[in-house]
């Protein structure tokens, strides 16, 4: 293959030359050039080898669904040779090489071919299964594509949201007629296109084609339309929800962005995705040199490179003149057309590494290094078919079409029928209009529905849409020899035929036992004749046959365009720059980001047992509650009673769910006669505010309770330790006395001179604290305010770690850590909280219920008798050696103490406080532990907490 | 797939969330287990017109009652669950 002289419709710019390297060698193309172009006309012929067989493979589409030549670039595996464009100083490497490109192959395919036959995956590999590692390495050969890099892309992914009211798939003669009408009947167009330009097929076509296509990308530059190149729909779901992947190649139209999804919500989706032309299936159909004439079109129109020296047509139709006529113009020697029409056929192709004749079916053997084959054409219907609407069988016209689109979908040109371009054009044209007015129809409806909202007048006006049918074309799918189906996973006729013999005689289990269309290419080429095949063996025509079930994604997907750009949402406290700058190792706590430790959790503890400490407590769910029935709807949502708190009190309440599953617990406190302040888990605040405006908006319409998230309107700071009141006292004119502030009282007051403040009276560490929520604009204020008043009691910060090691010691739960998804109240050990007198709470009659049973699981306080032990949490406890009848649920090593502590979740029978059990450790081996009286370890009275 | 919020208009079915079919809460008082658990367990999951519960979480934060087709999923009603009649 050389380059050939100037071309009238060549996409390539002869005055900027590219370098680039393919197989570690220098190599050059102009702009405009594929991989695959560039390479073709540096006479490269072979782009890779086959999966199994490793037979060599060469060009046979020549554009993005060509299976024979993925190739990575620049590390960037799977990348579309014969569609991505040359760049400079792009490294350029084949794929599915092993053992490598120029390897003679004939050995290999011998012996290896008797054993990868038609499910070779299921059958050579299943037994012994102790060798499965050493199958999984030969597999590994046989796994398509590249390698996935291990350096991140220097591009990013990214996102869009669009909501155009037509969008139009596929950029041909029709889709741009399409586009340009519905633009034109005022309406927002987005165009997608699978190649770098518009066009279709009028790129590769003669002087007629090139003036019709100037004539319609005017038509589109002057309109309104937004068009993306190089993007391809991969789906359409409910409501027309379109997503487009739109790529660039490195350093393409995007800039800095690789690929972007772009996710669409269509008001209409008009397809106009044309014709994909189909390769025959005959003896000898992959050997380099064989090509469709649609590749043999692209590469002397677009790219102008001479495809061959010596060809051989086999044509059924116009493309494949027109490939003869583009062919002997440039002076390649036709030297056969054989016309399939008139039943002129090829029976084999002959060759090693690349074509050198063919036997035709007249018998002669013609020598050629170039076979084209014309011999009919695929609608790809899947974007119709995920739309609801059914691929129908023309045997007429030897192809499927589509019948059944809903209201909001349509079809447009090739897709659709054939015809001459005027023909497609205008087909184009008048369902763009009719698509413009549906979508004006469907936005009518959606603003309806909209409050407010102006309604757009309708012009019910109707579209005639020109009929098109599609053309009779003869059914040519197998020819007289048996060649390769798919040419991704190398399956054959043979194979298919093999797979139906052995009982898989339907489409579905035919393709899934010899994988053919499940390869990278996804059968976009060889479906119809894998239906072929199989109609072939059975004896089945095409359409009681059927297709397969087409889904998403139309192209493969990156996992990055996928994710898009990386949005971390975190949440951060007013307080977080202050940890972040004194050395806070951070924990990601849902959407929080949280000071783990500052460098030692055990002198945080020690503060906070012997002075005092401060912990950021921010992200503590809160929710200010006003109405008078607050009661009412805290006595539905807690097991607790909750009538006869008094202003200025504190409850800790136990939420259940309607099963009776511990979900959330945290302090309520009584502001005002009708104004009560309640806080959550961090992690259970979302889920406590849908759960309580559940009640309100569903169940209990009557209460008059007005809930109103305030999370981040506060920062909150625990104050903790038996210094606590002292340090407190130097801030606030509070009177924090024993008496006049008791345990379990709020109130609100004036600290570090901001107003508005809560202090609480609480203690989850069991020491002496307070809890101080703030107004959120003052609390790194009042914060640094505590640690500067406390500098000579020995105030300092403490992290979620030492919080974590002080309520153990203590005995305090947290939900979700010391319960789980099956945890009711009673197992929790928080029985004591529920008033079954109450009428109705949530989970009341599953609690009732739980308290007649003795078959769960309770909460204890353990301490292995080996206190130097700590068992990691989840560990097992077990009886008999195996039989699992507990767990460690929370275990640390605890400062206070100098011993291990835990809680644990164990079997009724050994609640009783000094029984002795069994803790499985994770590693092997097993220790001892005691259950305890209770879950507190340290302080089991409550005389620091009250003090 | 689009559900019409009565407050919001038209929004993306990813904004709320599905909480579920609707179902009647017997009496607490009351109920066999039999009857709650029915309550907490057993749904209809019909191929067709069914009515649910969904939250519009990313939204206005209102429970709406939607009607839709399970096969088509096309949305036929939604109305705010305060307003319904109560049952
Ligand atoms: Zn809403």
């Known amino acids: 293959m050389t380059r050939l002289q100037p071309q009238p419709g ?40 086959s999966m199994k067989y490793h037979r060599p493979r060469g060009l046979l589409s020549a554009d993005f669904h060509d299976p024979n030549c993925m190739v990575t670039v620049d590390g960037e595996p799977n990348v579309r ?118 066009g279709g097929h009028l790129r590769w076509g003669g002087p007629d084609d090139l003036a019709a296509l100037r004539d319609l990308r005017a038509a589109m530059a002057a309109g309104s339309v937004e068009v993306l190149t190089d993007s391809v729909v991969t ?133 050629c290094d170039l076979v084209v084959t014309a011999v009919g054409w695929t609608a790809p219907l899947t974007l119709l078919t995920l739309a609801g609407g059914r691929a129908t069988y023309r045997a007429d016209a030897a192809r499927f079409v589509a019948t059944g689109l809903p209201d909001d979908v349509s079809a447009a040109g090739g897709l659709v029928g054939d015809g001459t371009l005027e023909q497609l054009i205008e087909h184009g044209r008048a369902v763009g209009r009719d698509a413009a007015r549906r979508a004006m129809r469907v936005a009518s409806v959606l603003a309806a529905g909209v409050p407010g909202a102006a309604v757009p007048a309708v012009h019910d006006g109707h579209v005639d849409v020109p009929a098109l049918q599609p053309a009779p074309h003869p059914e040519l799918f197998l020819g007289a020899t048996d060649g390769i189906v798919d040419y991704s996973e190398d399956v054959s006729a043979k194979d298919l035929r093999a797979a139906v013999r052995e009982g898989y005689d339907s489409i579905e289990l035919a393709k899934r036992y010899t994988t053919a269309t499940m390869g990278p290419a996804q059968g976009k080429l060889e479906a119809v004749n894998s239906i072929a095949a199989v109609a072939a063996a059975t004896g089945a025509d095409l359409a009681a046959t059927g297709t397969t079930t087409g889904r998403p994604p139309y192209v493969p997907v990156s996992l990055g365009a996928l994710a898009g750009r990386s949005h971390s949402l975190l949440r951060r406290s007013p307080v977080q720059g202050w940890h972040d700058a004194h050395g806070a190792v951070p924990l990601y706590a849902g959407a929080w980001i949280r000071p783990d430790h500052y460098g030692d959790p055990v002198a945080e503890v020690r503060a906070v047992r012997e002075a005092v400490g401060l912990i950021d407590v921010t992200p503590l769910g809160k929710f200010d509650l006003r109405g008078a029935d607050v009661p009412s709807l805290l006595e539905l949502l807690y097991v607790n009673r909750w009538r006869k708190l008094d202003v200025g009190s504190v409850r800790y309440g136990v939420m259940c769910a309607e099963d009776g599953v511990v979900l959330d ?104 604290s307070f809890e101080v ?164 370890h340290v302080d089991p009275e409550g005389v620091k907490l009250r003090a | 797939m689009l559900i019409p919020c009565p407050l919001c208009g038209p929004r993306d079915a990813l904004e709320f969330r599905f909480v579920d079919e609707t179902v009647r809460r017997p009496e607490p008082q009351s109920a066999s287990p039999e009857q709650w658990r029915s309550y907490l367990y057993l749904r209809a999951n019909r191929a067709g017109a069914v009515t649910e519960l969904w939250l519009h979480r990313s939204g206005c934060r209102q429970y709406v009652v939607v009607e839709r087709d399970s096969l088509t999923n096309t949305v036929t009603a939604a109305r705010l669950a305060r307003k319904e009649a109560v049952s």
């Open chain 1, 10 to 49: 060549e996409v390539i710019d002869r005055d900027r030359p590219i370098r680039f390297r393919w197989v570690g060698r220098d190599h050059q193309g102009y702009a405009g050039d594929t991989i695959a172009s560039a390479l073709a006309a540096a006479g490269v012929r072979v782009f890779g080898r």
């Open chain 1, 81 to 198: 040779g014969a569609h991505r464009l040359v760049r400079a100083g792009m490294d350029v490497r084949p794929q599915d090489t092993w053992p490598s490109l120029r390897f003679d192959v004939k050995a290999a395919n011998q012996l290896v071919g008797r054993f990868l036959g038609p499910g070779f995956y299921y059958k050579t590999f299943m037994r012994p299964a102790r060798l499965w590692p050493a199958y999984e390495a030969v597999l590994g050969r046989f796994s398509h594509g590249g390698h996935a890099p291990s350096e991140p892309a220097p591009e990013r992914y990214d996102h869009r949201y669009v909501h155009p009211d037509v969008l139009v798939a596929g950029g041909g003669p029709a889709g741009m007629a399409a586009a340009a009408a519905a633009a034109g009947a005022g309406v927002s167009v987005l165009l997608v296109e699978e190649e770098q330009e518009l």
């Open chain 1, 235 to 367: 789906g359409r779901y409910d409501g027309n929800w379109v997503s487009v992947l739109q790529r660039a190649g490195a350093g393409g139209a995007t800039g800095t962005v690789r690929e972007r999804m772009v996710k669409a919500r269509a008001k209409h989706l008009v397809v106009a995705a044309g014709l994909i032309e189909r390769p025959y299936v005959v003896g000898g159909n992959d050997l380099p040199g064989v090509m469709l004439s649609t590749a043999v079109r692209r590469l002397v129109n677009l790219y102008a490179v001479r495809p061959g020296d010596r060809a051989v047509v086999l044509s059924a139709n116009a493309s494949g003149a027109a490939a003869a006529d583009d062919l002997s113009r440039v002076g390649v020697d036709v030297v056969r057309v054989l016309d399939a029409r008139a039943g002129e056929d090829i029976t084999r192709i002959r060759g090693r590494s690349g074509v050198q004749a063919v036997e035709c079916s007249d018998g002669t053997v013609v020598e």
């Open chain 1, 665 to 768: 617990d945290g302090v309520t406190g009584r502001l005002g006669p009708e104004h009560y302040l309640m806080t959550t888990t961090s992690s259970g605040a979302d889920a406590a505010h849908d759960w309580m405006e559940r009640w309100l908006q569903t169940q209990r319409r009557d209460l008059q309770v007005h809930v109103t998230p305030v999370t981040a309107n506060y920062a909150s700071i625990n104050v903790a330790g038996p210094r606590s009141r002292e340090l407190l006292a130097r801030l606030t004119s509070l009177d924090l006395s024993a008496s006049a502030f008791g345990y379990m009282r709020v109130r609100t007051g004036r600290v570090a001179d901001v107003e508005d403040c809560v202090v609480w009276r609480i203690g989850f560490t069991g020491e002496l």
């Open chain 1, 773 to 936: 929520h703030v107004p959120a604009g003052y609390g790194l204020h009042v914060w640094e305010a505590l640690l500067d008043a406390g500098a000579d009691v020995g105030v300092r910060p403490f992290g979620v770690e030492a919080q974590r090691i002080l309520r153990l010691e203590k005995g305090h739960l947290i939900v979700g850590q010391d319960t789980d998804g099956l945890t009711q109240a009673y197992g929790a050990g928080l029985g004591w909280a529920v008033k079954a007198d109450k009428p109705d709470f949530a989970g009341k009659p599953e609690l009732a219920w739980q308290l007649m049973r003795e078959d769960y699981l309770h909460l204890v306080g353990l301490q292995p008798v080996d206190g130097t032990a700590v068992p990691p949490e989840a560990s097992q406890i077990v009886e008999d050696g195996t039989r699992i009848v507990g767990r460690i649920t929370s275990s640390r090593m605890s400062p206070t103490l100098g011993r291990s502590v835990c809680l644990a979740m164990v079997a009724p029978h050994l609640t009783a406080a000094g029984t002795t059990v069994t803790v499985r450790l994770p590693g092997g081996g097993s220790l001892q532990a005691r259950v305890m009286p209770q879950h507190a």
